[in-house]
Structure formats: C-alpha cells, structure tokens
C-alpha cells in the first residue's frame, strides 16, 4: 500500500522547493537568488523522480532518493538565508526526510514492481485505496507550505498594473 508514497512525498517537496525557487529568484542577480536558485533544479529532480518511480512501478534509486533528500534539506537551509519562508523549508525538508528514507527502505528491501502478474480485485482495491490515502494527506501538507512562499507575487511576472478598484454595488443609494 506503501509502495508509491515516496513517489507522493518527493512530489508535494518538489512543488514546494519551485515555489521557493520562484519565490526568490529575481533578475536583480543578488545574493538571494544565489541562495534560493538551487531550489529551482531540486524540485525539478523530485518531480521527474517521482514520475520515474511511479512510471517504472517501483523505487529507482533508492540510495539515490536517500542522498538527494539529504541535499534538498541541506539547500533548503542555505535558501534560509536567501529570505525562504521557514515553515515551507521545514515541511518540503521533512517531506524529502520521510520519502528518502522510504525508498532507501524499499530498495534495501529489493521490493520487485507494484504490478506483477495477475492481481486480486482486493489488491488492486488496496492499491488504489493506498495512493488515494498518500495524494490527500501530502495535499494536506503541501498546499499550506505553498501558502507561505510567495511565489505569485514575484515568479508570475504578470504585473496588471494598478490598484484593485472596489466598486461599491450601493454606493448611489
């Protein structure tokens, strides 16, 4: 049930690190974007990595994951300088923490992949039921940390221009 949740996991990091990344990188070329820039290649090896695993039905890499973990968490505290929100570093580190340590645990293991052979319509429920588990509660824990960087404000780059008018319905009344 277990099986594709560092997959899961290395996703809800991954998103988090590009908003980091996206947050801070500006075209000034400052310090700040020294700092943070790196953010923008982690979450883009989570990402690919989890569509691998997913892809392939079982850990690849499994070490690999360990060790990149290790360094997502390490440049998310160097993006702490570069002004990185502290509670997205915190929750993406222990969601790279968590999903690392996992694949390094499957590939100990030598778990073969998720779909060989016939499978029971029961397994098949379970496997489903499993994924479906993993994508809700690292929704749950992504999407609070997205919150806290503010990647819309500075890596959209869609400036309106302009103040928000507010137009009173009952204004004339």
Same mark, same amino acid.
């Given at each position: 049930m277990l099986r594709t949740w560092? @997959?899961? %996991?290395?996703?809800? @990091?991954? %998103?988090?690190?590009?908003a980091i990344g996206a947050s801070i990188v500006a075209p000034s070329g400052d310090a700040t974007t020294v700092l943070c820039a790196p953010m923008l290649l982690v979450g883009s090896v989570e990402l690919g990595w989890g569509i691998a695993v997913l892809r392939a039905g079982r850990i690849i890499g499994g070490r690999g994951a360990a060790a990149g973990a290790i360094a997502a968490v390490l440049l998310g505290a160097v993006s702490l300088g570069g002004g990185a929100p502290v509670g997205a570093v915190a929750i993406s580190s222990a969601l790279a923490v968590v999903g690392g340590s996992m694949a390094a645990r499957a590939a100990r293991k030598g778990e073969g992949p998720?779909?060989?052979?016939?499978?029971?319509?029961?397994?098949l429920r379970v496997r489903a039921a499993g994924m479906a588990l993993g994508v809700f509660l690292v929704a749950a824990v992504a999407t609070p940390a997205l919150a806290l960087t503010d990647a819309v404000g500075h890596g959209s780059g869609h400036d309106h221009g302009g103040d928000l008018v507010v137009v009173d319905p009952h204004g004339g009344h």
């Open positions: 560092p @997959a899961l %996991l290395a996703w809800g @990091a991954g %998103l988090i690190h590009l998720a779909g060989m052979g016939e499978e029971p319509a029961r397994a």
